[in-house]
Every structure is written in C-alpha cells, then in structure tokens.
C-alpha cells in the first residue's frame, strides 16, 4: 500500500506492481508442492462378501426410552459405528451398509473381481456335492417315521383337550346353584339341560 500524495485522500492505494509479484510467488510454490507429492490414486481393495451376518432382529419389537443425553448408538434405529450414523429403518440400513459411502469407509471400492471359469466351476460342484449330501440325508422310510409320530402326537394333543375341556365343564357344573333365585325367576335352574 502507497501513501496518497493528497492530505485529503483517504481512500487506499494498492500497489498492483508488488501484490502481482506476491500472487505469482504464491502460484509458484503451489506448482511447486504438486509436483513434490505424490500422485498415485488410493489403492482401495476389491468389494468382497461380508463374513458376518448383519444383526436386524435384535430390536425388534423392542421399547427403548430415548433422552436428549442418549448417545446416537442407543438411539433409535440402526446405529453404523463405521459411518458414526443412524439410520431409521432396515431396509435404509442395509441400503447404506452396501452403499458406496459405508465401502469406501471401510477401505473397499465398489468394483469386484472377475471370477474365472475354474473357479465358477469349482463353485458348482461344491453347490452340486452339498445338494446331493442333503438328498441322501433325506430317506424316505425316516420321513415315514416321522410323519406317523407327528400324527401320534397330535391325536394325543387332541385327546388332552379334550379331557381338559370335558374337566373343566363338569367343574363348572359342581358348582352350587342358586335354587331360591331360579325359582323367583321361573325357571329351575341356570345349567344347561345336557350333561
């Protein structure tokens, strides 16, 4: 900044000459910190399955009592501890948790790596070996066997109830009546006729 040559001026004068000189030197060492970096992308592995099972049924149906001091982990919802995020529904959950923003969170792109044909073969026998393992676990005879004991114990389930609710009406039949109010109200008594 000059100093104006008239008292009465008291508006700033900028030397444009000296702030060009600071706006190249500032441009040069930027260029200059670029080039000194280094500018290979991140290296972020390839989508790959998950090895656990996501939790969605341990709150459900649950009542929790939320307060202003209740930390968002505790809060309602379903609480992303990768993300530090809630999110308010299941469906929205696992949206987020296949998303792109929850994978690169985690260190992992959103490309996958392409299978060989070997190891696409090697995939169907293992799922032709476990649909043949349980085929022979399921023998015919067994099944019979099974099928007739679920019938036994359903007919005795059914005779069970039937006693109990056969008890439980000649309970109610124990009882005593009361003859003098029958007999006010003309008729002999509140039982029914069948026994």
């Not at 441009?27 to 996501?54: A, C, F, N, T, W």
Request: hydrophobic letters at 25%; aromatic letters at 6%.
């Amino acid at each position: 900044m000059s100093s104006s040559s008239r008292p009465d001026d008291h508006r700033r004068k900028w030397d444009r000459d000296e702030y060009e000189k600071l706006a190249r030197k500032r441009l040069m060492d930027d260029l200059d910190d670029d080039h000194s970096k280094d500018l290979s992308p991140i290296k972020r592995e390839m989508l790959k399955q998950r090895d656990y099972r996501v939790d969605l049924d341990s709150k459900l149906g649950k009542s929790v009592v939320i307060t202003k001091a209740t930390p968002s982990s505790q809060s309602g919802g379903y609480y992303c501890n990768v993300c530090d995020c809630v999110v308010k529904d299941s469906i929205n959950f696992l949206d987020h948790i296949n998303g792109k923003k929850h994978q690169r969170n985690l260190g992992m792109s959103m490309k996958i790596e392409r299978s060989s044909l070997d190891q696409v073969k090697k995939r169907f026998e293992t799922n032709k070996k476990k649909m043949e393992e349980k085929k022979k676990d399921y023998d015919l005879e067994q099944r019979l066997r099974e099928l007739k004991e679920e019938e036994e114990k359903l007919k005795e389930y059914r005779k069970e109830k039937k006693k109990e609710k056969k008890r439980k009406h000649d309970e109610l039949d124990d009882e005593p009546q009361n003859d003098d109010m029958a007999a006010l109200m003309g008729f002999s008594g509140f039982g029914t006729s069948k026994k």
